[in-house]
């Protein structure tokens, strides 16, 4: 499928989405030891969270990491987006927190060699609630992946877009956090909050936790604002910003409804391009290490 449905049309070949991500090579961040676990967490809604675990977990897949994805938010996009019908599920990430369920009796697979899905159901609504009194609730997520992470380079935790016991659980369990940053107004409000809960949870839970990445997204070529935002967050994070930058496209909102991610629906388009590239910077050249 052609190109033609993203937008913006023109600019793209000043456009950073395009420019910056020509550059970033793998050489800019060094590869970090593998397995690699990495939390996708913004308390907004509506930030390219779940469309950027989806599509880096794909474009990760594609360069022969064994990559998983877990799907903590309750909405369940991540799974859908990859194919699952949490509608047909015997078992979701809901009976591996709550119910003690081993991880990988829910792992799913996707159309993507080498990426799979432990995908979330409604019932990780009510998990939140019924977390309150459990012992050590914090930890489920942590003591669920440990027997499973030989078995894969890469895990995304597509975090819900809040900070309650589901984001704890998934910032417990990560090594690094991620974090989408719209290229729009009002992009750093609430920011500043999950830091401090980052650096809480540092210290009380995870002595090893760091904001690795802050990735841009929905870039508009056509709007000045972009540019000031990305300009903004930039001096705020410095080298934490990846350079490649995610464009707002037509086709990246389409894919989901699809069930594929970007690469499988439309893999000549801009953002296809974009989250290749990211994932090429994100991996730092790697080598893979599961079978």
């Known amino acids: 499928m052609s190109d033609e449905s993203d937008l913006p049309a023109d600019n793209d070949a000043s456009s950073p989405s395009v420019s910056s991500s020509a550059s970033a090579v793998s050489g800019d961040r060094p590869g970090r030891p593998l397995p690699r676990v990495l939390a996708v967490a913004n308390q907004k809604g509506g930030v390219g969270k779940t469309t950027t675990a989806v599509n880096l977990g ?14 903590l938010d309750p909405q369940g996009n991540a799974s859908t987006g990859l194919g699952v019908n949490p509608r047909e599920l015997e078992s979701s990430m809901y009976e591996v927190i709550m119910q003690d369920l081993p991880l990988d009796q829910c792992v799913e697979p996707t159309s993507v060699r080498h990426l799979f899905v432990a995908p979330a159901s409604l019932d990780l609504a009510g998990a939140e609630i019924e977390l309150v009194p459990a012992f050590s609730r914090e ?78 997204v929905m870039y508009d070529a056509r709007t000045k604002l972009a540019d000031q935002v990305v300009q903004e967050v930039r001096a705020h994070f410095g080298d934490r910003v990846c350079r490649t930058i995610v464009p707002r496209t037509v086709r990246l909102s389409e894919a989901p409804s699809f069930g594929q ?29 599961a079978g």
């Open 58 to 71: 794909a474009c990760l897949a594609t360069l022969g990491y064994r990559t998983l994805v877990v799907d």
């Open 139 to 216: 930890l489920k997520l942590r003591r669920a992946l440990e027997p499973v992470l030989p078995d894969y380079d890469f895990v995304l935790i597509d975090c819900p877009p809040s900070l309650g016991l589901l984001t704890v659980n998934g910032l417990a369990a990560a090594g690094e956090v991620i974090v989408p940053i719209q290229c729009e107004y009002y992009a750093l409000e609430g920011l500043g909050q999950l830091l401090r809960n980052v650096e809480l949870v540092r210290k009380s839970l995870n002595p090893t936790l760091e904001l690795s990445s802050i990735i841009l």
């Open 261 to 289: 991610p970007i690469i499988s629906f439309d893999p000549t388009s801009r953002g296809a391009i974009a989250y290749r590239e990211l994932a090429k910077e994100v991996s730092g050249g790697a080598p893979q290490r």
